[in-house]
């Protein structure tokens, strides 16, 4: 069955059948990347990261009294 194909075909195939693999994956990785709940997220976070320092500067300061 496949021995008719040549040499020229099977690494066209082999081609297609990676590039169209790294393009899903990287479709992929684009989506969830880009999700709104992890950018809802990392906002969050982003948002509480300077008083969480605060905290931090405080509690240095207090206990080097």
Same mark, same amino acid.
């Given at each position: 069955?496949?021995?008719?194909? %040549? $040499? #020229? ?5 082999? $081609?297609?059948? !990676? !590039?169209? #693999? =790294?393009?899903?994956?990287?479709m992929g990785m684009?989506?969830?990347? %880009?999700?709104?709940?992890?950018? !809802? #997220? &990392? %906002? #969050?976070?982003? %948002?509480?990261?300077? $008083?969480?320092?605060?905290?931090? =500067?405080?509690? !240095? &300061?207090?206990?080097?009294?």
């Amino acid at each position: 069955m496949f021995a008719s194909t %040549n $040499y #020229t075909s099977t690494a066209i195939r082999n $081609y297609t059948i !990676a !590039a169209v #693999t =790294v393009l899903t994956l990287s479709m992929g990785m684009g989506e969830l990347f %880009n999700n709104p709940n992890r950018i !809802a #997220t &990392q %906002n #969050t976070i982003d %948002n509480y990261s300077s $008083y969480i320092g605060a905290g931090l =500067v405080s509690y !240095a &300061q207090s206990s080097l009294k």
